[in-house]
């Protein structure tokens, strides 16, 4: 059976970044174990689970409410008339025709739409920046097909014009993923869509690692293209099942290995080895996987290869062929991020249809809009609309507070950050958007983009015009 | 969840009916959008006879006219998918029929020969409102090539500057055409709509490395094509001096040489538009700039050329160093500027040809007048093609070509209730519908397979 929820494998995560106590994690230094098991710094997986540390921190904020929008709060519910009150970064009250507190600036949100700050589940920003020339081509570890010791947090180039642009799209979190020319690509990570030196300073605090893996076309071309393995689908399952059995087996070594110093027994440490202390960490749930996959036949096979294996799967991406599983997807939990309108650019990708997360979401299944696109990135709103066309077209009743959810809240749920955004409720990040009207129409822009309570894009604000260093000096420094 | 009855099922099943000939049909009560002198008439009627518009006005139909009720919609002309691969792309990534790399062919390349009326994208192309589409020749080497989606897997990413091939072996990439778009063996409206060059970074790789190289070598291409012009009986017997082109090249360039076939020039930088309307004023040539990211920063000089544009709205990242300049305001600034546009769409405008409506809204939200947006997806395109005298806006005489909307044409939740082309009601079922349809009960007892039109 699957180790848990989406939501349980988050919260687990989030124990580790804040204090290790899974089977994995280190001896805590000082203990008993500590003395016996004690390794030198870098050979002991757990010592140092978070080996490059978030230092985000939210810019400047103040205390505020917004009065009188239009709301889709994420949860389902549209309000008309809104208040969302503000404070110390967090979403303190959401509610219809309440008066704002005393003392806190206002916002006249009246003729205005506030949503969730938008999150993008599937993004090459920054290891696929702008402009795209080779020397940016940081996102495939072209040189094996298993590649699960590379980190997309290692390629992100923070100064990407494309994170700003975004931004201005509504986008305040976004998954980097690396990307599908591998088996097992490497680490995906979740990173506020904030300006920042480092990448680092934009990692979201307590957010889980992701594993991408992929399915299909892509390894099978790659790598048979280089006369070697895999060169077919099923190839490409031979693979990905060698990789498991290897990192279940490297499991068991450290697990044994701690339980006999925690024995006090003396014992030889396994080798430590970086691909599989990220596969290890699958295999705990403390790291979600991140599944490309075009077609409903690989996607069953890749359910089962992940039950052979105990890990759990979080996401099937591109998956424009869900809706031909959409029951399967439901019984085992797992969000589908797609697109509405692309199709047929590649074989696998020939039987997309518009109505594919409406029909998941017809059938109890999690659907996501996703952009895998510098551009589509900065109008996820747009797609969700369409992709809500297409549902009403086939005759499906959806409202448009549903919808949002496909690019707010499931997203959220899909990376395991829904306890911490992704919807407008108390407690939660104050990640909101305010747009200029109804954000499923093509004419909608944002107005004010808040991340964590701070502004980070104001329109009419000329002290909140992010731009790139790539851009001073040059013809875009303008507005993009 | 429960399926409602499709809601639009009686006016699809009125427009699966075909009016026979002769039979006057006329579509009342809607907004009508008519890009062309009617401007906009609300509660208007457009009467069509024998695949033509026969009046835009208001008052009642004609008595004998068979009515089709759109009140509460929007008419517009059919929509144009400019700078496409419509007909000649199935599956991106296995090729079109668009590139020729052959020194032989080169400006004689006519695409017409090679489209397909029965790609599955024509009829998904309709339910975005498109009835035509402008198809344009792609210059070999990777002056457009499918963008990989999801993951880029070759390692490198093309750019919108023309891609990293091998040098092409022609300067021209071949002429396009205008299509419509009912699939039928008669889609080709006008063929040889314009030679396509590009410049920038491809065309000096064409050249041999360098953009000023290209613009000799064109200058004396044209020189020859020129020569050729006026001693074509003495280059027949072999009395004239060599020509650098091949005998069909040479005479698929002599319309365009004389002024009398656009010039189809992609171009990206602003340098280089200002470099490809210096060579269209001294060669007297007929252009038409394509990409033009930066064409807001020439835009005075574009206009004062007369030259119309073909952009993509949503054009706005450095995604390379031809197009620092991008912005969403380029449509709005050229427009200020009184430049003539036309809108592509992402991707050759093919397989995500739908989106172009979405683009044309885009523009509008980032400042181009709405109206100037509609022009950029009907009537700019037909006449920049010349075929402004047939379609393109709703006019007496023009072809029926035209779409019942249920909102405004341009928002993702509006839908092409029923599109007419020639005055034929088009069928909007798609092999994506079909798809959609057979899994839409996953409990059924027989297996999808069973279940098909």
């Known amino acids: 059976m699957l180790r848990s929820g989406v939501l349980v494998v988050g919260l687990a995560a989030l124990a580790l970044s804040a204090c290790a106590t899974t089977s994995g994690a280190a001896p805590k230094a000082g203990g008993k174990d500590g003395a016996a098991g004690a390794l030198p710094a870098g050979l002991d997986p757990g010592a140092r689970p978070d080996a490059f540390p978030s230092t985000y921190r939210p810019l400047p904020s103040a205390s505020f409410a917004i009065v009188g929008a239009s709301a889709f709060t994420g949860t389902g519910q549209a309000m008309e008339n809104a208040t969302v009150v503000v404070r110390d970064g967090r979403i303190a009250t959401v509610g219809e025709g309440l008066a704002a507190p005393a003392g806190i600036p206002v916002v006249d949100g009246r003729g205005k739409w506030i949503t969730p700050g938008l999150i993008d589940s599937h993004s090459h920003l920054g290891v696929y920046a702008s402009p795209g020339e080779e020397a940016h081509s940081d996102g495939n570890e072209l040189t094996d097909p298993t590649t699960p010791e590379v980190w997309a947090e290692h390629s992100v180039w923070p100064q990407d014009p494309g994170f700003h642009t975004a931004r201005i799209g509504g986008v305040t979190t976004v998954q980097i993923l690396p990307g599908s020319a591998n088996l097992i690509g490497g680490r995906g990570v979740t990173l506020r869509n904030v300006p920042s030196r480092t990448v680092q300073g934009m990692k979201f605090p307590g957010a889980p690692y992701t594993l991408k893996m992929a399915c299909g076309e892509n390894p099978k071309r790659v790598y048979g293209s280089q006369g070697r393995a895999p060169s077919t689908r099923m190839g490409n399952v031979a693979g990905y099942r060698a990789a498991w059995i290897e990192a279940a087996e490297y499991t068991r070594k450290w697990d044994d290995y701690r339980a006999t110093i925690g024995r006090g027994e003396k014992a030889e440490p396994p080798g430590r080895d970086l691909g599989l202390d990220t596969l290890s960490a699958v295999l705990r749930g403390e790291i979600l996987v991140q599944n490309h996959c075009y077609r409903a036949d690989e996607m069953a096979i890749m359910i089962d290869i992940a039950k052979e294996f105990g890990y759990r799967i979080a996401s099937f991406h591109h998956a424009v062929e869900s809706y031909k599983i959409a029951d399967l997807l439901a019984a085992n939990g797992i969000c589908t991020a797609t697109w509405a309108g692309w199709w047929g650019f590649k074989l696998e990708a020939y039987d997309s249809v518009e109505a594919n997360v409406p029909l998941l979401q017809a059938a109890g299944a999690c659907g996501v809009i996703k952009s895998d696109d510098s551009d589509l990135i900065q109008r996820l709103n747009q797609e969700a609309a369409v992709a809500l066309a297409a549902g009403r077209a086939a005759g499906l009743q959806i409202s448009e507070a549903e919808a949002i959810a496909w690019i707010t809240a499931n997203p959220a749920k899909s990376l395991g950050i829904l306890d911490q955004t992704g919807t407008l409720e108390p407690g939660k990040r104050a990640d909101i958007v305010l747009w200029d009207r109804n954000p499923f129409s093509v004419y909608a822009r944002t107005e004010k983009v808040f991340i964590d309570g701070a502004l980070a894009w104001d329109r009419r604000d000329p002290r909140y015009q992010p731009r790139s260093d790539f851009d001073l000096g040059q013809p875009g420094e303008g507005v993009r | ?453």
Do not use: C
């Open chain 2, 1 to 453: 969840m429960r399926r409602q009855l499709a809601p639009l099922a009686a006016l699809l099943t009125l427009g699966a009916a075909l009016p026979a000939m002769a039979e006057t049909v006329a579509i009342t009560g809607a907004r009508i959008l008519t890009a062309g002198p009617a401007g906009t008439l609300e509660q208007g009627v457009v009467v069509i006879r024998d695949g033509r518009i026969v009046s835009v006005g208001r008052g009642a139909p004609p008595a004998g006219a068979r009515v089709i009720d759109a009140s509460g919609a929007v008419v517009t002309p059919g929509l144009f998918a400019t700078g496409s691969l419509l007909g000649a792309v199935e599956i991106g990534a296995l090729g079109d029929d668009l590139s020729v790399d052959n020194p032989q062919i080169g400006a004689a390349f006519d695409l017409t020969e090679g489209l397909d009326p029965a790609s599955t994208l024509i009829p998904v192309a309709r339910t975005g409102g498109l009835t035509s589409a402008v198809v344009l020749p792609q210059p070999a080497g990777g002056g457009y090539a499918a963008h990989e989606h999801d993951g880029e897997v070759s390692g490198r990413r093309l750019t919108a500057g023309g891609g990293h091939g091998p040098r092409p072996n022609t300067l021209f990439a071949g002429q396009g055409a205008v299509i419509r778009l009912n699939g039928s063996e008669d889609m080709v409206v006008r063929s040889g709509v314009g030679v396509m060059v590009a410049f920038g970074k491809a065309g000096a790789r064409a050249a041999g490395g360098a953009r000023g190289a290209q613009v000799a070598a064109l200058k004396a291409v044209f020189a020859d094509v020129r020569a050729y012009a006026a001693n074509r009986r003495a280059w027949e017997q072999g009395s004239y001096r060599e020509l650098g082109l091949s005998k069909a090249d040479l005479e698929a360039l002599v319309p365009l040489v004389q002024g009398r076939t656009p010039l189809i020039a992609r171009v990206h930088r602003a340098a280089d538009i200002r470099a490809v309307l210096k060579l269209a004023r001294e060669e007297k040539l007929k252009l038409i700039l394509e990409g033009a990211e930066e064409g807001w920063m020439a835009a005075a000089e574009i206009a004062r050329a007369g030259v119309p544009v073909i952009l993509n709205p949503i054009t706005n990242r450095p995604d390379s160093f031809e197009i620092l300049g991008a912005t969403l305001e380029n449509a709005a600034r050229l427009n200020a500027a009184g430049v003539t546009l036309a809108f592509t769409g992402p991707e050759g405008a093919a397989h995500r040809a739908r989106e172009i409506r979405y683009g044309a809204g885009t523009a509008v939200a980032w400042g181009l007048p709405w109206d100037a947006a509609l022009a950029a997806v009907t009537v700019n395109p037909a006449r920049m093609f010349g075929v402004g005298d047939r379609t393109g806006s709703l006019e007496p005489g023009k072809d029926a070509d035209l779409v019942i909307w249920s909102g405004d044409p341009f928002e993702p939740l509006s839908t092409p209730r029923a599109v007419y082309i020639r005055g034929q009601a088009q069928d909007l079922t798609t092999r994506q519908t079909e798809l959609r349809d057979r899994y839409t009960d996953l409990g059924a007892p027989l297996p999808p397979a069973y279940r098909h039109r």
